[in-house]
C-alpha cells in the first residue's frame, strides 16, 4: 500500500534534484515523518480488516468508511484518547504507543533481521545454496511473448520455505530475498565480498549508461526510469535485472520511432550563390 507512493516519491525527489541540484528537503523530512507514522498501523489494519467481528461491526466499508477508521486507528496507536470511538480497537490488544510504533518500519526498511536470520541459519541448518538462485540469469532477459515457456521466478516462495519463514502448506506467499542475503545464502562470506565487488561495476555501468552527464532532459527521466528499482535492492538479482535490457530496448524504439513518426520533412537549404 505505502511502498509504491514512496518509491514515487523518491523517484520524483531525484528528479528535481537534477534539474534544480538541490533537494527539497522539506518534503523529504514530510515524507519520512508520513511513512513512520502511518507504517505501524497499516500492519494493524491489515489485520482488522481480516475479522469478521469488525466486518459485521462496520455497516459500509467502502474507501470512505475505511479511511475514517484507518485515521482512528492511527490515533488509537499513537495517543490512545479515552472514550467510545476507541475502544473498537481494544478487541485486537494493541500494545505499542507512541516511539514502539516506529519499530516495524525500521525493521522492514533495514532489512537486517533478514539477513542475520540467513548467516544464522547458513550452513549449520541449511545448506549453501551454490548460485542455484542464479540459474535464470541469462534466460530472464527474453520476453515470455518470444518464449511462452520460460521458467517462471518464484525464488519467493520457495526461499520462505527454505527458511521456515512461512508456513508448509503455504504455497502462494512470496519472501523477498535482497542481494546481500542472496549473496551469503550462495557462498557465505565470500560470496558477499565479491558479490559486492561485481555488483559496484555492474551499478556503475548502468548509471554511466543510462544516467551518464550531458544527457537532455527527456533522456533523463527515462534513464532513471529504468535504473530507479536499483535504489532498494530488496528482491533477488535475477527479478530486478531480469527487466533491464528489454525494457530498455522498449522505451529506445519507442522514443527512436514515436519521435520521428508524423515529422515533417525538411526542405534541403538553398545552396549560397
Known amino acids: 500500500l505505502i511502498t509504491p507512493i514512496m518509491l514515487m516519491g523518491i523517484f520524483f525527489v531525484l528528479v528535481y534534484y537534477h534539474n534544480f541540484q538541490r533537494a527539497p528537503l522539506v518534503v523529504m523530512l514530510a515524507a519520512v515523518a508520513f511513512l513512520f507514522a502511518t507504517y505501524t498501523g497499516i500492519q494493524f489494519y491489515r489485520v482488522i480488516e481480516k475479522n469478521e467481528n469488525w466486518v459485521r461491526q462496520q455497516s459500509d466499508l467502502g474507501m470512505p468508511t475505511r479511511m475514517v477508521n484507518f485515521g482512528k486507528l492511527l490515533v488509537h496507536i499513537w495517543f490512545r484518547p479515552k472514550g467510545e470511538d476507541w475502544r473498537m480497537f481494544d478487541q485486537f490488544k494493541i500494545k505499542v504507543k507512541g516511539l514502539e510504533a516506529t519499530r516495524p518500519v525500521v525493521k522492514r526498511m533495514s532489512l537486517l533481521p ?34 511462452p515457456a520460460k521458467p517462471q521466478e ?7 520455505h527454505r527458511y521456515n519463514l512461512i508456513a508448509d502448506d503455504d504455497t502462494t506467499t512470496s519472501v523477498n530475498m535482497p542481494w546481500l542475503v542472496e549473496f551469503y545464502a550462495n557462498f557465505g562470506s565470500v560470496g ?12 556503475a555501468a548502468v548509471d554511466r549508461f543510462f ?13 532513471l526510469s529504468i535504473i530507479f528499482p536499483f535504489v532498494y535492492q530488496e528482491s533477488n538479482f535475477t527479478v530486478m535485472t531480469g527487466s533491464l535490457l528489454p525494457l530498455a530496448v522498449s522505451l529506445w524504439l519507442y522514443f527512436r520511432i514515436g519521435l520521428t513518426v508524423g515529422e515533417p520533412s525538411r526542405a534541403p537549404a538553398p545552396a549560397n550563390a
Open 114 to 147: 533478514l539477513l542475520s536470520h540467513v548467516t544464522n541459519q547458513t550452513p549449520a541448518n541449511v545448506p549453501y545454496w551454490g548460485g542455484e538462485t542464479y540459474r535464470n540469469l541469462f534466460v530472464s532477459a527474453i520476453p515470455r511473448v518470444i518464449w
Open 154 to 160: 518464484k525464488l519467493g516462495n520457495e526461499f520462505g
Open 192 to 203: 558477499v565480498f565479491w558479490g559486492m565487488f561485481l555488483i559496484g561495476i555492474f551499478m
Open 211 to 223: 544516467n551518464a552527464p550531458g544527457m537532455r532532459g527527456l533522456e533523463v527521466i527515462v534513464g
